[in-house]
T-cell receptor, first 111, second 117 residues
Framework: SQQGEEDPQALSIQEGENATMNCSYK?????LQWYRQNSGRGLVHLIL?????REKHSGRLRVTLDTSKKSSSLLITASRAADTASYFC???????????FGEGTQLTVNP | GAVVSQHPSWVICKSGTSVKIECRSL??????MFWYRQFPKQSLMLMAT?????????EQGVEKDKFLINHASLTLSTLTVTSAHPEDSSFYIC?????????????FGPGTRLTVL
């Protein structure tokens, strides 16, 4: 079952603006990962944050994790048209290595 | 980086036929491989987890006799959709995990689009 819920479901912004996506989950996790998927394509791994980490950066990406609230956010700064894609969070539960994906956020960056 | 390939990238078949999809880890040995299904505009749903040399573990609601998984080696897993029907049309994605540490990320294949007529 999908334990991840993401909001917003869809986000449309102008190039140069920041985009923030949120993810909530229900169980205890080892880590939380963010992926990007262009339409009809496979997934691209963006960033992994462990349960004992609170914040992580990678280029224009910033991920936060609040295990007390069971939530995470992905911030993309200075967005580009090429960032247009679906973004999914996925949690690896402490019970095993399986990933449970959220419903995803469709991001559209308008040039 | 770690690369996972899938073959074929797309397939169209008639209802009632069987279709085999291959998933290969090209430059690493995958201790575990996963198969996901994704319907249009939806998220990925885990179908099954397979470990080399052992039977796959299927998620609740996934028919193991319909979706046959064989993990013959540390670099190859296959998913066979038996007696496919139009409702099986979907995007099938595999992933491979390297090592046994829980923090190892999964590497995803590019997906296989199955269309059953």
């Amino acid at each position: 079952s999908q334990q991840g819920e993401e909001d917003p479901q869809a986000l449309s912004i102008q190039e140069g603006e920041n985009a923030t996506m949120n993810c909530s989950y229900k169980t205890s996790i080892n880590n939380l990962q963010w992926y990007r998927q262009n339409s009809g394509r496979g997934l691209v791994h963006l960033i992994l944050i462990r349960s004992n980490e609170r914040e992580k950066h990678s280029g224009r990406l910033r991920v936060t994790l609040d295990t007390s609230k069971k939530s995470s956010s992905l911030l993309i700064t200075a967005s580009r048209a090429a960032d247009t894609a679906s973004y999914f969070c996925a949690t690896e539960e402490t019970s095993g290595s399986r990933l449970t994906f959220g419903e995803g956020t469709q991001l559209t960056v308008n040039p | 980086g770690a690369v996972v390939s899938q073959h074929p990238s797309w397939v169209i078949c008639k209802s009632g036929t069987s279709v085999k999809i291959e998933c290969r880890s090209l430059d690493f040995q995958a201790t575990t491989m996963f198969w996901y299904r994704q319907f249009p505009k939806q998220s990925l749903m885990l179908m099954a987890t397979s470990n080399e040399g052992s039977k796959a573990t299927y998620e609740q609601g996934v028919e193991k006799d319909k979706f046959l998984i064989n993990h013959a080696s540390l670099t190859l897993s296959t998913l066979t959709v038996t007696s496919a029907h139009p409702e099986d049309s979907s995007f099938y994605i595999c992933s491979a995990k390297r090592g046994f540490l829980s923090y190892n990320e999964q590497f995803f294949g590019p997906g296989t689009r199955l269309t059953v007529l």
